[in-house]
């Protein structure tokens, strides 16, 4: 049977100090007595009960508990993902229970390195089975992970870069799909969920050509229509990402395009009211100047949280291609950006 910690591991938890609960103190005899075990069962026995006083320890303070105290319970609850991936494999509930309790602490300021790379170390063997199983959102979300909790960032960045060259020819591929499919069936939400996929890849290679050029033809397809992540992206398998991707409050459709004059559909997704004025819209034509808009007449002016209206936004011709309208509020906190290729 393979060890079930790694060296860096056992010695991290050697460092103890004296004032410590009740449920601590056996926690940490209960982790240097597995350290001297030959007997893989008894062995496993010890690091499983230290793991549960590291549990009960941290249950007073949580994320105020001192920092040897998580690292030392990351470091624990590491050893029992160990011992639950080998007898029944990486897609175990129980890995993804204690994983959740390691997500809260791994971050905290003070947390040791050994526990940070420890929990990447056990992420990466977790992408790689995803990668395996040709499961390469999971993979990449792993990864994602593994980095951001890593001290030692170099070895995931190499894994990083081998991954993506997949990750990204599987999201245009799924991009393609969706843009077919919209076409076809003339369903906007297809067409959106095309434009998710293609922003997706660009976002881990943003100098694909492939990825740049199928956007902007997803997007002339799209052009009557909103752009609502929301409406369409029912799975989020990176929720981060997804949010970062997902900046859209106001929601814009280009009904007509009279050269200085636009017809939109204006659609109100964010949590605010906003007002439809000239100072609010401006265009930004191919060469990357901005114009801002001289009139707009809106059946409403002031529009709620998810309601709609219809606006004429005019502005001085453009020298070059409209490339996109963009809406910002007064504060620049409501924003809103609908591209035409």
Known sequence: MKKIVALTAVTALLAL???KSGAES??????KESISMTNEGQKLMKQKEAYIYYQQALAKKGIKSKPELMSNFILAAIARIEYIYEAEGGQAQAIQFIRDEIEKYVSTEGVSAPAKDGY?????????????????????TLVETALRVASDKAAVESTKSEITIDYVAEQLATAQTHLDAGLKSKDVNELIRADYFANVALNYDAASEAAATLLSTIRKANLGGYNAYEAAIVFKSDTALYNKLDTNKVLMAVTANNGSTLELMVYNNGFNAIRLKPSNFTIIDDAGTSYPATAVKAEKDFLEMEFETTASVTFAKPAGKIKAIAYSNEDKDIRGTKFFY
């Open 17 to 19: 100090s004296s004032c």
């Open 26 to 31: 056996k926690a940490d005899s209960a982790w």
């Open 120 to 140: 990447a170390t056990l992420i990466m063997k977790l992408a790689d089975e995803a990668r395996s199983a040709g499961k390469l959102t999971d993979c990449m």
